[in-house]
């Protein structure tokens, strides 16, 4: 074998595989972040496919807030895929902003992104049928 085509057959073959690893620390990279799933079929079919994100992951206190979240909060209202939504917020898990028409507080998040303490006890067993979304 010429040595030309050995060295010209190796470049070819790093530079196919260089996207999969990582500069620093010459690792391959996971499989997730070189194939990430596309946005799911019923994301571009939601009620707020387009809408501005600031509405869904409200910013500020008090009654700014209370009215970001009402105006996501009736975007969802008329949503065909509010089932899909709320599904993926579970399954993910979306820690902050509005899916599925609830709050993070509504799913069981508190305001740092941590499960609030009502929610794991709902989810131990404890108080299942006293458990009420704080607030």
């Known amino acids: 074998m010429d040595i030309r085509?050995?060295?010209?057959?190796?470049i070819v073959a790093q530079a196919m595989s260089s996207f999969e690893i990582d500069p620093i620390s010459r690792r391959r990279?996971?499989?997730?972040?070189?194939?990430?799933p596309g946005l799911a079929d019923w994301a571009l079919r939601a009620a707020c496919s387009g809408a501005d994100a600031e509405t869904f992951f409200a910013g500020g206190r008090g009654q700014e807030?209370?009215?970001?979240?009402?105006?996501?909060l009736a975007v969802c209202d008329r949503c065909p895929v509010l089932s899909e939504c709320l599904a993926h917020a579970e399954e993910t898990p979306e820690r902050f902003g509005v899916w599925g028409g609830?709050?993070?507080?509504d799913r069981g998040w508190d305001a740092y992104g941590r499960r609030s303490d009502s929610h794991r006890k709902k989810s131990r067993g404890g108080e299942a049928d006293t458990w009420t979304a704080a607030a």
């Open 5 to 10: 085509i050995g060295i010209g057959i190796r």
């Open 102 to 105: 609830m709050t993070a507080r």
């Open 65 to 72: 807030m209370e009215e970001t979240v009402a105006e996501a």
């Open 29 to 36: 990279l996971p499989d997730y972040i070189l194939s990430p």
